[in-house]
């Protein structure tokens, strides 16, 4: 059957290039984050610690957002009913909405079904409002975007990642009449490194194109309100779209787009991917709300946070690994090559309970393999001795290489 014979080829593919996905069964467990049961393939269970996890600040399991889910259950029952038009758009969906929009200080938000499709969404409508819009879109920049801006089908340039001289040349090779957008991140979680945002904004206004940023990767953890890297560093009054997800850090499920009235009135009214699609859960979207409500005033748990991510840096600097350190929140440890990356990571779940999945080709660039740590507010001290012990000890079984990689 040739159906069934192009299956096993395109499966086989992927085996033979050493990228074939295998899912690790993992249950969390509420109030013990981040230990978890892993349920193994042949159905006995080990306890474990989940170290490559985008529940940055444990807010996943935080009484806050748990009681608001709970109440929005209880009082609303399970799904929305409908498409935010047809009957599918709550007074849950509306504080959610609005709790964002005063997060980002822009005068209206509004969610999606995930950050991928706010992203997709937007960024392939945005031709059908701008008539002849050229895209600049970093090279590194998230498949949510590059899809969103090929569906798009306009005119689209790619500059190298982080380059504002490439983008500042290409911008001015560029009709000055043509209208222009700037597509970008704010923390590229890969290496963990920033965007230039001040800089782009700067470009974008010498150039006369609008800004779109991801912070996906920040929203929650940076800025003093947990608005994001363009809230710290005093820029978010200049992007016309910030784009972040409600399933990182904030814990629950969702994406969204922050900006103008008008911009938003815009996306809602064009974008299939918002109209054709049922809206949340208004559980998911209570939980979410008392989220970003409460990450607005508790500066604490973001102060652990980068502390636990310090203090891993500097533990694991200490033993002359090979860390990729650009002063985020991410902790990624290089090896460079994919057979001995995933052979570590087997190790660390199988041998000492560490749970972090390698990092390999086409993700990241080949012989850019890595190991990606996320540690939280919930990893203690007892935790990062652990890991960095049993990395210690395989990095000298597996004689690994100890120079120090210039970030
Ligand atoms: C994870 C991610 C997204 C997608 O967010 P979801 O809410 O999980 O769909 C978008 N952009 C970046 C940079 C991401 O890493």
Redesign the pocket.
Known sequence: MTYENALDTALQRLHDEGRYRTFIDIERRKGQFPHAVWRKPDGTEKDITVWCG?DYLGMGQHPVVLAAMHEALDATGAGSGGTRNISGTTVYHKRLEAELSDLHQKEAALV????????DATLSTLKTIFPGLIIYSDKL?????IEGVRRGGGEKRIFRHNDVAHLRELLAADDPAAPKLIAF?S???MDGDFGPIKEICDLAEEFGALTYL?E??AVGMYGPRGAGVAERDGQMHRLDII??????AFGV???YIAASAKMVDAVRSYAPGFIFTTSLPPVVAAGAAASVKHLKTDQSIRDRHQAAAKMLKMRLKALGLPIIDHGSHIVPVHVGNPVHCKALSDMLLEQFGVYVQPINYPTVPKGTERLRFTPSPVHDSGMIDGLVKAMDKLWSRCALNRAEMSA
Do not use: P, R
Request: glycine fraction near 14%.
């Open positions: 985008n999606f079904s995930s950050a991928y499709i706010a992203n920049n998230h498949a949510s975007m991140e923390i590229y979680s991801d996906v990767h784009n972040g997800t409600l399933g990182k499920f969702g994406g």
